[in-house]
């Protein structure tokens, strides 16, 4: 069909969608970096993801954020290692960690208005001590924050420092806090100029009442780095099969995750109106 169209199309094969590991790089960032979109310049971008518990046959999308954007984040927590039996010899680390994660979730229940953004304080990972009857020097904690304003991001990074460090000092130890540790990802943006004139497409294509608006999701995706260059649409296509609940379907990023793969056939053909009506005069409207 290339002589039949009116523009050119760019695909993009990306690795490392997850994160480069620690001290590497990859994924969209640094492709655009290297000058993906350039070489022919690309005017708008379409991406979809996968989800497993949404029902084959459907589309789901959502002008403006439609996934946070990400930090990831490490506290170290130093002390004085003691003898388990004699505790007041020590600054214990656990016993401040413990404090510091209690604390960091007043950040969001007390300073974010949930009404209008979610947002994300989550410690996963916490490691420290070797054995049962002994008070560890260190502990380290990672985790990951996720927002959907600047004004959000800019508060949550500083009440995480803020909380960590002053609840340390309080004990008599200290907290050395890297927010990012090792990635930031921005704010999933749909256009929402763009994203009004292409739901006609997506509503042909799967069907009015096949195509759902969402709430934001506070997952994260790096397809975020190319909505920073160019106006781009991002929304999930549906996986789960039809006699699914999406309540108990396994999510993605777990051991029992299953998707009906005809699903597939529909995000093929969304990609493909998708870019066709944009160069055959959406693009003009």
């Known amino acids: 069909m290339k002589?039949?169209?009116?523009?050119?199309?760019?695909?993009?094969?990306?690795?490392?969608?997850?994160?480069?590991?620690v001290g590497e790089k990859g994924g969209a960032e640094e492709m655009v970096k290297q000058g993906v979109l350039e070489n022919p310049k690309v005017d708008v971008i379409f991406g979809l993801h996968i989800n497993s518990q949404t029902e084959v046959g459907k589309?789901?999308?959502?002008?403006?954020?439609?996934?946070?954007?990400?930090?990831?984040?490490?506290?170290?927590?130093?002390?004085?290692?003691?003898h388990g039996a004699y505790p007041w010899s020590s600054i214990d680390p656990i016993v401040v960690s413990a404090q510091i994660i209690s604390s960091l979730q007043s950040i969001v229940s007390r300073n974010i208005n949930v009404t209008e953004n979610p947002a994300v304080v989550?410690?996963?990972?916490?490691?420290?001590?070797?054995?049962?009857?002994?008070?560890?020097?260190?502990?380290k904690m990672q985790g990951t924050v996720r927002y959907f304003t600047d004004a959000d991001e800019k508060m949550i990074t500083g009440n995480v420092k803020r909380i960590a460090?002053?609840?340390?000092?309080?004990?008599g130890a200290t907290a050395e806090v890297l927010i990012p540790y090792s990635n930031k990802y921005p704010v999933t943006f749909n256009d929402v100029a763009l994203t009004a004139k292409m739901l006609p497409t997506l509503e042909g294509t799967a069907g009015k009442k096949n195509v759902l608006l969402?709430?934001?999701?506070?997952?994260?995706?790096?397809?975020?780095?190319?909505?920073?260059?160019?106006?781009g649409i991002f929304f999930f296509l549906g996986g789960m099969p039809k006699d699914g609940n999406s309540i108990t379907a396994p999510s993605h990023h777990t051991p029992d995750f299953f998707i009906d793969e005809s699903g597939f056939t529909?995000?093929?053909?969304?990609?493909?109106?998708?870019?066709l009506n944009y160069m055959n005069g959406a693009k003009n409207k």
């Not at 439609?66 to 290692?81: E, F, N, P, W």
């Not at 410690?123 to 020097?137: C, H």
């Open 3 to 21: 002589k039949d169209l009116h523009g050119t199309v760019k695909f993009i094969f990306q690795p490392a969608e997850e994160g480069a590991p």
């Open 59 to 82: 589309i789901v999308y959502r002008p403006g954020g439609i996934m946070a954007g990400v930090k990831d984040l490490q506290i170290t927590v130093k002390g004085r290692s003691a």
């Open 122 to 139: 989550t410690i996963g990972l916490i490691n420290g001590g070797s054995r049962f009857n002994i008070i560890p020097e260190s502990v």
């Open 165 to 171: 460090t002053k609840t340390a000092e309080a004990y």
């Open 214 to 231: 969402r709430p934001p999701v506070t997952g994260a995706e790096d397809f975020s780095f190319y909505q920073e260059k160019v106006p």
């Open 266 to 275: 529909l995000g093929v053909k969304a990609l493909c109106n998708l870019t």
